[in-house]
């Protein structure tokens, strides 16, 4: 884990090193999960988009790996965020003070958004799907969220 200098006139951030397991390149502001994999060397070092629909009842498949910052290739190694302000891909509008939570959408570029909390009905694995509270609609896809995965 990556945590930079902290300093008086910059929020504090956090990062995380993982290899891209999507077979394709993942461009900033895509919102990974890690892979599940039963290699120990890989378990919490391969990460992909998410790619279910999350919702209440099935959650997400794993947990969340962070937001991409910078472009990562295809099987290459990066860092991504895990904690503090992000600009981060969405597929519709969300309100500042809202808590976001990434889902599969068929969004393009990255075939991830991200969404509100719906519901007060919640499962654990639905739960581990949230990103963190809005801060600002940046423009209609990227919306700058204060990431909380860690």
Same mark, same amino acid.
């Given at each position: 884990m990556n945590f930079p200098t902290v300093s008086?006139? @910059?929020?504090?951030?956090?990062?995380?090193?993982?290899?891209?397991?999507?077979?394709?390149?993942?461009?900033?502001g895509t919102v990974l999960e890690f892979t599940i994999t039963t290699t120990d060397s890989e378990q919490?070092?391969?990460?992909?988009?998410?790619?279910?629909?999350?919702? $209440? %009842?099935?959650?997400?498949? %794993?947990g969340l790996? =962070? @937001?991409?910052?910078? %472009?990562?290739s295809t099987g290459q190694v990066g860092r991504v965020q895990?904690?503090?302000?992000?600009?981060?891909?969405?597929h519709s509008t969300i %309100?500042? =003070?809202?808590?976001?939570?990434?889902t599969?959408?068929?969004?393009?570029?990255t075939g991830v958004g991200t969404t509100q909390v719906i519901t007060t009905n919640v499962n654990a694995a639905?739960?581990?799907?949230?990103? =963190?509270? $809005?801060?600002e609609a940046v423009s209609s896809t990227t919306h700058r969220i204060q990431l909380d995965i860690m």
């Open positions: 008086r006139g @910059v929020a504090d951030s956090a990062y995380i090193v993982i290899k891209n397991n999507e077979g394709a390149e993942l461009i900033p919490g070092y391969l990460a992909e988009k998410v790619d279910v629909a999350v919702n $209440v %009842t099935t959650g997400i498949a %794993t790996a =962070g @937001v991409v910052k910078s %472009t990562i895990v904690r503090g302000p992000a600009d981060v891909r969405v %309100t500042a =003070g809202i808590y976001a939570v990434a599969s959408g068929n969004v393009a570029p639905y739960g581990k799907a949230g990103l =963190g509270f $809005v801060h």
